[in-house]
């Protein structure tokens, strides 16, 4: 597994197989949501997004979205298989067929929600880490700053537009440094290469949980809503997805879900 990691980290996309077979004591799913999804589902995700998405320390994927996908794939009948790509490929890979649906902290937008049908399953806010005893309180205060964030994330517009507010003000723009992966843009922060890093809270509280050098400098910015995505036509997944997330949410498999990353508040009252 541990050879396998490393290619992965090498060349950005990896299957895993998670063998998601129903146990014994655990009751089947409704015949019509078995019937409706594939036997075996392929979940693209990007396992550089602790703590949506990582390898532990034997080098398996876990995180939010392998707990709450995996669990709706167990709901719904199916083995899940997950891909591995840098985050800004997910939805290219999705159009071109590479998995059937993707489970990595997709924030909903309109533009998004123009190429690819997106089901809500979670809500987040934006954060800001920063190194202790920094005088950033509030992402206005960004401006003419050093600031890292994911490439193609939502977090890039959040902060391109307040760079764009800051020019508007008279004030020096925000210097954005773009990153793959949110360990290296993490460590530019930590290195000393930018003043602030800017992402999800679950995100920015679980760096914080690792190095007490850091402080949340701001948080419940832009609140959001994340979405699972499929591909435009494709109804009878995305409504097999939906029944899915409710026959969990009833049967209390979201809640635990949420509760074992210390989410709890950050389900969603409806995933339609």
Request: aromatic fraction near 8%; proline fraction near 4%; glycine fraction near 8%.
């Amino acid at each position: 597994m541990a050879v396998m990691a490393s290619k992965a980290r090498r060349f950005g996309a990896l299957l895993f197989g998670a063998a998601l077979a129903w146990g014994p004591t655990m009751a089947l799913p409704t015949t019509a949501l078995a019937q409706a999804a594939p036997k075996k589902i392929t979940i693209g995700s990007s396992f550089s997004q602790t703590p949506w998405g990582f390898y532990d320390a034997n080098q398996n994927p876990t995180g939010i979205d392998v707990s709450l996908c995996g669990g709706l794939a167990k709901e719904m009948g199916a083995t899940a298989e997950f891909v591995n790509l840098d985050f800004k490929g997910l939805i290219p890979a999705l159009q071109a067929d590479r998995f059937d649906m993707i489970c990595a902290a997709v924030y909903i937008t309109p533009e998004r929600a123009q190429v690819v049908t997106l089901i809500p399953y979670i809500t987040t806010s934006q954060a800001i880490l920063a190194k202790a005893g920094t005088p950033i309180k509030a992402l206005g205060d960004l401006c003419g700053r050093k600031v890292s964030v994911l490439q193609g994330s939502a977090q890039l517009k959040v902060v391109a537009a307040q760079s764009e507010q800051c020019a508007k003000d008279g004030k020096a723009e925000i210097q954005i440094q773009a990153f793959d992966t949110q360990p290296i843009a993490v460590r530019a922060l930590e290195n000393g290469n930018v003043e602030a890093f800017v992402a999800s809270d679950q995100l920015v509280s679980f760096y914080l949980s690792k190095n007490p050098a850091l402080t949340k400098a701001a948080w419940g910015i832009n609140p959001v809503t994340l979405g699972i995505a499929v591909k435009k036509d494709n109804k009878v997944l995305a409504d097999a997805i939906r029944a899915g997330l409710k026959q969990m949410k009833e049967k209390g498999r979201y809640a635990a879900a949420l509760k074992e990353w210390g989410i709890e508040n950050a389900g969603v009252a409806s995933f339609d």
